[in-house]
T-cell receptor
Framework: AQKITQTQPGMFVQEKEAVTLDCTYD???????LFWYKQPSSGEMIFLIY??????QNATEGRYSLNFQKARKSANLVISASQLGDSAMYFC????????????FGAGTTVTVRA | DVKVTQSSRYLVKRTGEKVFLECVQD?????MFWYRQDPGLGLRLIYF???????EKGDIPEGYSVSREKKERFSLILESASTNQTSMYLC????????????FGSGTRLTVV
């Protein structure tokens, strides 16, 4: 079974608008970590934001925020005020003890920002 | 600035060659990982290592081996390169714990001709 599901293969967003990337996860572990990475066309994977399963507040990092809905097992990434440089593939990932602390990745969502 | 360094950004090798992909991290991380990434298939784990001289198979180990003689270095070896191993290879390292993400190298685009 898929541990991380990203249902949006690709999205277009207008510059300066906000975009929400969906991510749902599946785990039975009470403690786990959720991560979002950005992969531009150059290929490197860039860490964006982290949310712990026990965190009461949604994580924020600059223009990135994570909409964490634990009961729904959802961890959506919100990018505010999109910029052309935000065009990239975005991966949701989860790290859990029962998987030997290995990161499980979703299939990714390609975001294209239009001027 | 902490980082993971992969020895080559682009590599072209011939079928049947033995290929070494090197990865070095300077963060004293105990865990290191090798992934390959192909369009439509996402990131797939080849091998990982929890400690020096330790290695564990990932999801697609066939045709690959690894070596970790020192904590900072994790090498991926293609014993006899084949064209279906043409791919993007990503190395990563991490501390143990759900609160720690992976730090990735910049990747190696390997083409086997």
């Amino acid at each position: 079974a898929q541990k991380i599901t990203q249902t949006q293969p690709g999205m277009f967003v207008q510059e300066k608008e906000a975009v929400t990337l969906d991510c749902t996860y599946d785990t039975s572990d009470p403690s786990y970590g959720l991560f979002w990475y950005k992969q531009p066309s150059s290929g490197e994977m860039i860490f964006l934001i982290y949310q712990g399963s026990y965190d009461q507040q949604n994580a924020t990092e600059g223009r990135y925020s994570l909409n964490f809905q634990k009961a729904r097992k959802s961890a959506n990434l919100v990018i505010s005020a999109s910029q052309l440089g935000d065009s990239a593939m975005y991966f949701c990932a989860m790290r859990e003890p029962s998987n030997d602390y290995k990161l499980s990745f979703g299939a990714g969502t390609t975001v294209t920002v239009r001027a | 600035d902490v980082k993971v360094t992969q020895s080559s950004r682009y590599l072209v090798k011939r079928t049947g060659e033995k290929v070494f992909l090197e990865c070095v991290q300077d963060m004293d991380h105990e865990n290191m990982f090798w992934y390959r990434q192909d369009p439509g298939l996402g990131l797939r784990l080849i091998y990982f290592s929890y400690d020096v001289k330790m290695k564990e198979k990932g999801d697609i180990p066939e045709g690959y081996s690894v070596s970790r003689e020192k904590k900072e270095r994790f090498s991926l070896i293609l014993e006899s390169a084949s064209t279906n191993q043409t791919s993007m290879y990503l190395c990563a390292s991490a501390l143990t714990g759900t609160q720690y993400g992976y730090t990735f190298g910049s990747g190696t685009r390997l083409t086997v001709v």
